[in-house]
């Protein structure tokens, strides 16, 4: 028991995945392969379990400003806000990658239409 809280294994877990969302972001924007929303929502979700991590009474505080009764309500209510929040942004982030698909088909099949036009251009005057 370190300042009057109980640890355990869960606490180590919730540390360490909080960790590896905090790491898993900074190295996506670093590699410029996504966007800053990313590493903005790594950074809460990450930052969120830390918190939880090191001070696992926090949802004590968070039931008593929701105005519920026990602290499981609190962690069920905060968890199912970010599940949301999570799930909305990947279905935007899935709709949109469905668009830009959608677009770079359609862009592929005009190349390949003017490559076999082209083609077919280039026999018929080496057939002359």
């Known amino acids: 028991m370190v300042f009057g809280f109980d640890y355990s294994l869960v606490n180590l877990l919730s540390l360490v995945v909080g960790l590896a969302f905090l ?6 924007v ?6 800053l929303e990313l590493f903005v929502m790594s ?11 090191i001070v696992p009474n ?13 602290k ?7 968890s199912n806000l970010t599940l949301f929040v999570a799930v909305t942004y990947l279905l935007n982030r899935i709709g ?3 668009d830009r698909l959608s677009r770079l088909n359609e862009e592929l099949s005009l190349l390949r239409s003017e490559l ?7 026999e018929d005057t080496k057939d002359e």
Not at 47 to 53: E, K, P, S, Y
Not at 58 to 70: I, P
Not at 116 to 122: C, K, V
């Open 30 to 35: 670093r590699s410029e392969r996504e966007s």
């Open 116 to 122: 076999e036009e082209h083609q077919l251009q280039t």
């Open 96 to 98: 949109h990658m469905y």
């Open 58 to 70: 926090v949802f004590e505080l968070v039931a008593r400003v929701l105005g519920l009764e026990l």
């Open 23 to 28: 790491t898993n972001g900074y190295v996506i």
């Open 43 to 53: 950074l809460l979700l990450g930052a969120g379990l830390i918190v939880v991590a």
């Open 72 to 78: 499981a309500r609190a962690i069920l209510v905060i």
